[in-house]
């Protein structure tokens, strides 16, 4: 059993950064994949970011692609999103995840079995 606490959004203006952070307990965390994903008011939620457990690679929504980096820290058991040049249609709750699926499909919200509760990013323009 994992269980994830996000923490670190916030309201910003829009060109400002945010950096968020998931915090795993549970043990043999680093086999874990992990994953952002996040959900603006009236929208379905949608895949953000993803780094692998094997080799840390690293997958992105295309419209975050140079903004947006996925890191992880597995000896403090965290993850983090790092959010530059933000922009007003980044606004949304943005949740952590993680799986542990032998065929990994970065993008698709099926492969992570643990999800955390989420955290407000709101943008201002």
């Known amino acids: 059993q994992v269980q994830l606490v996000e923490s670190g959004g916030g309201l910003v203006q829009a060109g400002e950064s945010l950096r968020l952070s998931c915090v795993a307990s549970?043990?043999?965390?680093?086999?874990?994949?992990m994953g952002w994903f996040r959900q603006a008011l009236g929208k379905k939620r949608e895949f953000v970011a993803a780094i692998s457990r094997t080799d840390s690679s690293t997958y992105y929504l295309d419209s975050v692609k140079g903004r947006f980096t996925i890191s992880r820290d597995n000896a403090k058991n965290t993850v983090y999103l790092q959010m530059n040049s933000l922009k007003p249609e980044d606004t949304a709750v943005y949740y952590c995840?993680?799986?542990?699926?032998?065929?990994?499909?970065?993008?698709?919200?099926?492969?992570?079995?643990?999800w955390g509760q989420g955290t407000q990013v709101t943008v201002s323009s």
């Open positions: 549970g043990r043999t965390w680093g086999n874990y994949n």
């Open positions: 995840a993680a799986g542990d699926r032998l065929v990994y499909t970065p993008r698709s919200a099926e492969n992570y079995a643990y």
